[in-house]
């Protein structure tokens, strides 16, 4: 595990990681079970996710390196080739997750890896992080059910697919899903104009499975597929695909289940790494062993330093690697600001379990302690110890140890969003204790701002710099820190955001990827 905290993909593999349980981000949740639709009658959501992704994906040009998983879509509806709702919800489903750590374009690549585990897909396909958010529409030319069967050859191998790989990423396109009334009233008879009346025939019999079965029943005859034995001939365009090669690529894919899930893992990895030349995919993101995670770090009324936070240890090969929750103690050792290691141990509390894709688990562990703050603290060690044996491991992060500062406090409990608007805006402050030796040194704010854009769901983020001010206000055992403030409002639509509070020069300070959070409330 060559894992360095902190790393910024910290969010993403825990978006990724994450699934359920204790603290959760419940991406997977909306596609379990597989079949799932939110109770409205027709949709599946993982298959509107892949095909989503999809629609995004094949309007690469792989020699001219553009286009390609790149959140265009969103940019596209009124396209007739984009003419579903199908990618509306898609980002509905994952706005939640959405920030400037975790782009569209990655969680659209990330909802093709839950939908196919949620569908009982077994086999990893990998995620990559660092696609880029289009910022306006990208080249048409998703095919249609009517396109002529070359003009589909040549836009698949512009993207950089062969005639295999299109009749490939079709079928395992159309394992899950199928034709809407709502979307395609000549293909599909019923409701058009109604969302919430829609029928739906399904490619194949297993709708809530990632099989072989819509390849199968295709050469068996008996299938139901309507773009295979649709009225409208000029529209079975599964029928063209698949026999386009004298049915050689899906006789082989109809052979064998378990490889007709390899294969659609593998070629959905392309599908969703299909990316603008611009763009510079990390190495795979596997889950995090040991994660550290500062939940606070401030000092107090009494001019204590407070320090807590979790370690999040990963649990999936249980007691055989001594990773029993309930059998391993955690501690957190901790130096202080000369680097010096502290004589005391921090206990941490086992505080609940999380699940993630492919049977991960992870055991959560939360600490918090007052520190004299005079010594203050650099860096930590963490220690677990199972408890049956007495086996002790000491993580280091890579040797140098978890890295922290207290040059920079968030005070966390001044910091705060008004839960009462005015003229719809919210009045937030931001809190920071700077420590005396670099007080002198210019403070920031940076603020994502999100604004919805005229017409579209997916939203756009801008960074706005606030400076922070002295207040004339001192802290610490010693008033070792001044207290500077950055006052802003945000409005109440989207109040929730991220900030980073940096200040540059000697080498530099910042607290990152801080989330805001209303004030307490107050009894009256
Ligand atoms: C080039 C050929 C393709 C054509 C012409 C085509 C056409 C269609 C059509 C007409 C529908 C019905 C949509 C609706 O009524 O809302 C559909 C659904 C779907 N397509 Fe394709 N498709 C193609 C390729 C693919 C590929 C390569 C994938 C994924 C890798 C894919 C994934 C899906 C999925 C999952 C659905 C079901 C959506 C749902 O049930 O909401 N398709 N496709």
């Known amino acids: 595990d060559d894992y360095i905290w902190p790393s910024r993909y910290d969010e993403l593999e825990d978006i990724l990681s994450l699934q359920s349980g204790y603290l959760g981000r419940n991406f997977s949740s909306a596609v379990t079970p597989c079949t799932q639709g939110g109770n409205i009658k027709g949709r599946q959501n993982a298959a509107e996710w892949i ?101 589909m050859l040549e836009r698949f191998a512009t993207a950089g697919y ?13 394992t899950l899903g199928g034709v809407h009334s709502h979307d ?55 029928k063209w695909i698949f026999s386009s090669d004298n049915n050689a690529t899906i006789s082989r894919l109809a052979e064998d289940n378990a490889e007709f899930e390899k294969t659609c893992a593998k070629i959905f990895e392309r599908m969703i790494d299909t990316v603008p030349s611009t763009v510079e995919l990390s190495q795979p993101i596997e889950p995090t062993d040991i994660k550290p995670y ?89 220690e677990t110890t199972v408890r049956t044996t007495g086996e002790r491991i000491l993580y280091d992060n890579g040797g140098e140890g978890y890295p922290v500062t207290d040059e920079l406090l968030y005070q966390r409990a001044d910091s705060c969003v008004a839960r009462q608007a005015v003229n719809g805006t919210r009045a937030m402050e931001a809190t920071v204790a700077v420590r005396k030796d670099r007080a002198s040194l210019p403070l920031r704010l940076e603020l994502a701002r999100y604004t919805k854009m005229t017409g579209l769901v997916v939203r756009e983020w801008e960074v706005e710099t606030i400076p922070f001010e002295k207040t004339g206000e001192t802290r610490g055992e010693d008033d070792d820190w001044v207290i500077f403030k950055a006052p802003t409002g945000l409005k109440t639509a989207s109040w929730l955001t991220w900030f980073d509070i940096i200040q540059d020069g000697n080498d530099g300070s910042r607290i990152e990827f801080l989330k805001t959070e209303a004030c307490p409330r107050t009894s009256s």
């Open 294 to 382: 500062i939940t606070d770090l401030y000092l107090n009324d009494n001019g204590k330093l407070v320090f807590a936070g979790r370690i999040r240890v990963r649990t999936t090969e249980g007691a055989a690697a001594g990773r029993l929750a309930s059998d391993l103690d955690v501690q957190v050792h901790h130096a202080v600001r000369s680097k010096r290691w502290s004589c005391a141990r921090i206990n941490t509390t086992y505080a609940g379990d999380a699940q993630g894709l492919y049977g991960e688990t992870f055991a959560w562990y939360e600490f918090g302690m007052e520190l004299n703050a005079t010594k203050g603290i650099s860096k930590f060690n963490i």
């Open 51 to 151: 095909r989503s992704a999809f629609h995004d994906m094949i309007t690469h040009d792989s020699s001219l390196g553009t286009g390609g998983l790149d959140g265009s879509i969103w940019f596209e509806l009124d396209r007739a080739e984009n003419g579903a709702l199908a990618f509306e919800n898609t980002f509905n489903f994952f706005a939640y997750l959405h920030s400037l750590r975790a782009s569209a374009a990655d969680l659209l690549a990330m909802s093709v890896i839950i939908s196919h585990s949620g569908c009982s897909g077994t086999t990893r396909i990998p995620f990559r992080a660092g696609r880029v958010d289009a910022r306006a529409a990208g080249p048409a030319g998703v095919p249609e059910t009517d396109t002529p069967l070359g003009a």
């Open 162 to 174: 062969s005639q295999e790989d299109m009749i490939t990423l079709v079928a395992c396109g159309h």
């Open 184 to 238: 395609h009233p000549d293909i599909v008879p019923g409701e058009s104009g109604n969302r919430y009346n829609d029928t739906v025939v399904k490619f194949d019999t297993t709708d809530g499975k990632f099989d072989n079965a819509v390849a199968v029943e295709y050469l068996s005859d008996n299938t139901q597929n309507p773009l295979v034995v649709g009225k409208n001939e000029t529209k079975n365009s599964d």
